[in-house]
DNA sequence: ATGAAAGCGCTAACAA
DNA sequence: TTGTTAGCGCTTTCAT
């Protein structure tokens, strides 16, 4: 059996208390107490039982992190953003993969799914604000991506519809007159899609630019071969487009190995951006130009939130635009927009 | 506050042992009074508190897994296969990154990290076998990779050696003869690279083709840069070679990028083979020959070593080589070696 | 079939 | 400065 306190208290001749003090690094214990008791310790291996202690104080030191999934590097590089942050505060990480299904996202925001945890950061796809009424979980809860109205949670997201509308701007600056949308997603406003899609027909109303539907090619999913099999099908239209703005990284990379299957030149038949700025992104044949995030700062302000929560427990959304942390993002131009074209 | 067990108690008028009985789904309770349980529960929106019933039982339902980092999707794709097959025995994945620094391998290893966890995945990168002496941690431990002589802990791993002997002789079958290595690393033989390494060397030695030390290329790192950096001067060499084994996917698409720029046909002028088959491999503007471990499998044998384990804590190292669980692997070819160039 | 009570390992009042 | 004790919420003998 594991040794517990009462078995080091034995060892060292003293009081449970005793130990549990050095344990805790407590102020008032002479040196000679300390070492003797960190000797007893040493000497039987002592470690914490974390249940026990949680128990007893209703911490963890664990945070959740839920992400539709893993395969998608940008949830990876988050993911990796956010367990350093969390040790930077001795904090650790658990992660849930949702697979992006609503009725899991509810469950990790009703606590129903990671139960040790001290907090938890939710980064909903399908999730709808009603899921979150009636939470009688007591972790903070801090949500990644837009939240809808109403919700009484701290958002950390990036602006979409402007992010889009910088993205878009680059395009038409570039003299492209038709631009695609990759990843249209009509039913659910709600979706950092749709906001990305907005942005997109934003930009082009004001430039007098055409922006009809059949400019807009929905997609599946948001991985690789959604988006080569979207590009084909905007390349077999009778007008094809000179540019395209994707969702994501993933759809533009797919789109990218369609066109160069099918030999139309990159970026001077067709410019192509991103969102997201994977890793990946730089090291195609063709760099991919795309909307970076800052996930570092995504990070950041997702575990000081729950943090600040941790410490006050009343305490509402937060400040800037009633609960919603922007973070930055900048646009990286690469070789799939580069020159005029 | 939280409603307990008492609470639920009191409303419906039994003993704590009574609900507690019903919460776990034991036998022998009439159903009159599994009712009456039931409905105080919903009343109250009661839910048990995990953290005290592990407390009592031992177990959190929790298994650590720690990588060196989630930026490879090798371990993201990785990840992602362990809390599939977790969830399917009713696991929760808790993700440590470990940076792949020995230090703190070690601490994960002693269970110094996530102490709250009923079993340990491990995939080092530079732990050595003494790391694991005088564990006295009592979750299981099962690593991921090559184990050293005498760690009596399961280890799951693909055969390296003879998953590059295959790799190298696809190569040459392709009428190769001068097969780079890249990703060389000659200091640690228990790394995947130096095996990796080996069953090039044992390949081109049977096949009479030359393997000259110049045709190892070091690198620093795993990354896609560090693989473009090593093709550069692979390239910049007098007597250039005409195919390239890479450690592993990520430094082969940094190899494809550079070759891509310098102009070099690929596979024509450059055969091109990789390690771990991530997604990415299938999307580049060529496609990307690889070795594809089973990786599922290997979460899967992973899981179950832990599993059994909890069940049977006196249990050694498994049957199959002496606590070797060997999973599958497959070449899967692609555009990067397609023809005989 | 249900109840009473002990105790998992720890922390925090309170006492000394 | 150190010791005693209660109790976090639950499961689990042992009674009934």
Redesign the interface.
């Known amino acids: 059996m ?1 040794v517990s306190l009462k078995d080091v208290a034995e060892r060292a001749g003293v009081s449970i208390k005793t130990v549990s003090n050095v344990v805790n690094n407590y102020q008032h214990i002479t040196p000679a107490m300390r070492a003797r008791v960190q000797h007893a310790i040493d000497e039987l ?1 002592y ?6 202690r ?2 007893r104080k209703g911490r ?1 030191g ?1 945070i959740a992190l839920a992400l539709p ?3 998608n ?1 940008y949830y ?2 988050l ?2 953003a956010v ?2 942050v969390a040790a930077e505060h001795d904090y ?6 949702t697979g992006g299904r609503r009725r899991q996202e509810a469950q990790v925001g009703q606590g ?5 945890t001290d907090g938890i950061i939710l980064s909903p796809l399908e999730l709808r604000p009603e899921d979150l009424r009636n939470r ?1 979980d ?1 972790a903070p809860l801090v949500l990644l991506g837009e939240r809808g109205d109403g919700v009484p949670y701290d958002a950390v997201a990036i602006d979409n519809v402007a992010a889009a509308r910088t993205a878009v701007r680059h395009l038409t600056g570039l003299g492209r007159r038709r631009v695609a949308f990759l990843g249209g997603r009509t039913d659910d406003t709600a979706h950092p899609a749709h906001l990305r899609l907005r942005g997109w027909r934003e930009v082009l109303a004001t430039q007098g630019v055409e922006a009809p539907d059949h400019l807009i090619a929905p997609t599946n999913g948001w ?3 959604d988006g ?1 099999e979207a590009m084909t099908r905007l390349l077999d239209t009778d007008e094809p487009p000179d540019a395209v703005f994707a969702y994501n990284d993933l759809l533009a ?2 789109a ?2 369609v066109l ?1 299957q099918r030999g139309v030149r990159v970026p001077e038949d067709m410019a192509v951006m991103g969102f997201d700025d994977i ?2 992104s ?5 760099t991919l130009t795309t909307i970076a995030p800052d996930k570092r700062a995504i990070a950041r302000l997702a575990i000081e939130s729950i943090l600040t929560r941790l410490q006050d427990p009343d305490r509402g959304p937060d400040s800037l635009r009633r609960g919603e942390l922007r973070p930055e993002y900048r646009l990286m131009e690469r070789e799939s927009t580069l020159g005029r074209g």
């Not at 470690?47 to 026990?52: D, E, G, I, S, V």
């Not at 650790?92 to 993969?97: E, G």
């Not at 129903?112 to 040790?116: D, E, L, P, S």
């Open positions: 594991r291996g470690r914490p039982n974390l249940t026990a949680h128990l963890t664990i999934e893993l395969a590097p990876a590089e993911a990796g367990i350093d650790t990480v658990l992660i849930d993969v129903f799914r990671a139960r040790v009688d007591d991985d690789r071969a080569a990379i797919g990218l190995r160069s890793a990946e730089r090291f195609g044949a063709i």
